[in-house]
T-cell receptor, first 121, second 111 residues
Framework: DAMVIQNPRYQVTQFGKPVTLSCSQT?????MYWYQQKSSQAPKLLFH???????NEADTPDNFQSRRPNTSFCFLDIRSPGLGDAAMYLC????????????????????FGPGTRLTVL | AQKITQTQPGMFVQEKEAVTLDCTYD???????LFWYKQPSSGEMIFLIY??????QNATEGRYSLNFQKARKSANLVISASQLGDSAMYFC????????FGAGTRLTVKP
């Protein structure tokens, strides 16, 4: 089955120790997203890739970086995790949709992975 | 940037009854997509229903329907015949240049 896979499902790291979360997809979608979701809050978009074109949200801290080496994989690097970075990290994929005759496009529905829950000690 | 508002932090509904979850959005763009997602306690985000800004008909998917009122910029989710398994967080989202989520509504279905 086509799907979005995130590894690991649970990650424990120490304060200040770099950590990398991974996401892979078999849907062949051209857009991949990383979200941070803290307890009882909405997912917050960190950044997304349209193909290799990287789009960073203005309020995403510099501590968060991302890599997309190919269509299938995307990585989230947290360079120096703080206690406030403990959260669920969700990866999602989608395809760009064009509105016929309207000359515009926007993103189609997103398919989410199961998430990685990050604990910072 | 677009803003998504869900004014109901929590909702209760009796099993087998219908419930409406509210969502309003704020954008000056004419072309966009509106989505509803369900997030059970297990954490996965499940896509429920989609409405395009140029779609004239309200979207329906099984027991889910979207009451789209473009002039009011509202996209309310209607769940008919609620089931116990519908208890979850529900997020409204709008996609233009990126995807923005509302704060969510926690729905509890009572037996």
């Amino acid at each position: 089955d086509a799907m979005v896979i995130q590894n690991p499902r649970y990650q424990v790291t120490q304060f200040g120790k770099p950590v990398t979360l991974s996401c892979s997809q078999t849907l062949n979608h051209n857009v991949m997203y990383w979200y941070q979701q803290k307890s009882s809050q909405a997912p917050k978009l960190l950044f997304h890739y349209y193909d290799k074109d990287f789009n960073n949200e203005a309020d995403t801290p510099d501590n968060f970086q991302s890599r997309r080496p190919n269509t299938s994989f995307c990585f989230l690097d947290i360079r120096s995790p703080g206690l406030g970075d403990a959260a669920m990290y969700l990866c999602a994929t989608s395809r760009l949709r064009s509105n016929p005759g309207q000359g515009s496009s926007f993103y189609n529905e997103q398919f989410f992975g199961p998430g990685t829950r990050l604990t910072v000690l | 940037a677009q803003k998504i508002t869900q004014t109901q932090p929590g909702m209760f509904v009796q099993e087998k009854e219908a419930v409406t979850l509210d969502c309003t959005y704020d954008t000056s763009d004419q072309s966009y997509g509106l989505f509803w997602y369900k997030q059970p306690s297990s954490g996965e985000m499940i896509f429920l229903i989609y409405q395009g800004s140029y779609d004239e008909q309200n979207a329906t998917e099984g027991r889910y329907s979207l009451n789209f009122q473009k002039a009011r910029k509202s996209a309310n989710l209607v769940i008919s015949a609620s089931q116990l398994g519908d208890s979850a967080m529900y997020f409204c989202a709008a996609a233009i240049n990126d995807m923005r989520f509302g704060a969510g509504t926690r729905l509890t279905v009572k037996p």
